[in-house]
């Protein structure tokens, strides 16, 4: 069996981060919606775009954000974002370092695909 990781694209979207400062975050902000601690493997993405509000992604799910990297879809963003994605990130200076850019997302899928044996060929 050979693993193939498949790359859907979700489409070019908004890039922000945020820190655990009380005013990015709710009454809890050094842990995600999930109940993790945040950490830089993870993003929160906009409501719309998981599977409850007719998105394509669920916690948990991998994704590679152009430019960021991959990273593990652990928090959601408050009910005003739309088509955004949210990178944690430890210090301000890397925050003012983000900014607000747009990228392409994608969401990765493994997929076990049977290799072919001489005798198949």
Request: glycine share 10%.
């Amino acid at each position: 069996m050979n693993l193939i990781m498949a790359a859907i694209l979700i489409g070019n979207l908004q890039v922000t981060s945020y820190r655990s400062v009380p005013n990015q975050t709710d009454d809890s902000p050094n842990y995600t919606s999930i109940g993790e601690h945040v950490n830089n493997h993870g993003v929160a993405v906009s409501r719309d775009l998981l599977k409850r509000g007719g998105g394509p992604l669920n916690y948990g799910d991998l994704v590679y954000i152009e430019g960021f990297g991959f990273k593990f879809v652990n928090d959601c963003m408050g009910a005003q974002n739309k088509q955004a994605v949210d990178i944690w990130v430890g210090s301000y200076k890397e925050e003012k370092k983000i900014g607000v850019k747009h990228g392409k997302v994608w969401l990765i899928v493994p997929t076990l695909r049977e290799e072919k044996t001489n005798e198949a060929r």
